[in-house]
């Protein structure tokens, strides 16, 4: 796993829009993600769309509500688009047309990356229960781990061919819902220089 790190956010910037759906509405459409645990049911369709309210869209960043989102500005995603397979989709801005920023969508990739006895024992510890299973769709989401407290990875099957990846399992309460993501090391590098304020690089074993 040495090729692959973890790319943490130091902060959010940006507020997605519209509010009442947390942004998943243009990314997912209304019937696209469950509106009891705040989880998509399938792949991205749309925009992210962001309120250009206290933000500065320079240099990259992960915005409120949708944590596992990676947007950069233009110049950034040009620098990147000759280096990496990513799929890159314009933000798109309530009422100015996209275009000065992108969004790095994430792919999931694998059937699981934590053993689930260990993500058990470390959510018991820190939370005094695990997770919770959505009544509505169905889905498992354990409550979220600092990144210190997640165990090992055992990825199944290992990381090939991609340079951004996220977890099969999903994190967070109530609506709150994340991935774990996973950054190609020579990738993070780029875009934690770019922005030290808004990323650190962190090993993972």
Same mark, same amino acid.
């Given at each position: 796993m040495r090729e692959f790190v973890a790319l943490e956010a130091r902060r959010n910037r940006g507020w997605p829009w519209p509010e009442k759906s947390f942004g998943l509405d243009p990314m997912f459409g209304a019937g696209g993600w469950? %509106? @009891?645990?705040g *989880?998509?049911?399938g792949p991205q369709t749309g925009f992210l769309t962001l309120q250009r309210r206290n933000l500065t869209p320079v240099g990259a960043w992960? =915005?409120? +509500?949708n944590y596992d989102a990676l947007c950069v500005d233009a110049g950034l995603a040009d620098t990147l688009r000759g280096r990496f397979s990513l799929d890159l989709r314009p933000v798109a801005w309530p009422a100015t047309p996209a275009g000065d920023a992108w969004q790095i969508v994430i792919p999931t990739v694998g059937r699981a990356w934590y053993d689930p006895e260990d993500l058990r024992r470390q959510t018991i510890a820190r939370h005094r229960r695990t997770g919770a299973r959505c009544p509505v769709c169905g889905t498992w989401? +354990?409550? =979220?781990?600092a990144p /210190?407290?997640?165990p090992p990875l %055992? *990825?199944?099957p =290992?990381? @090939?061919d991609v340079d951004i990846a996220a977890s099969p399992e999903w994190f967070g309460d109530g609506l709150e819902a994340f991935r774990q993501i996973l950054v190609r090391r020579q990738? @993070? /590098?780029i875009i934690a220089a770019a922005s030290p304020r808004d990323f650190l690089i962190r090993e993972v074993t």
């Open positions: 469950c %509106h @009891a645990c *989880i998509p049911q992960v =915005p409120y +509500w989401k +354990w409550l =979220p781990l /210190e407290l997640l %055992h *990825i199944t =290992p990381l @090939a990738l @993070a /590098e």
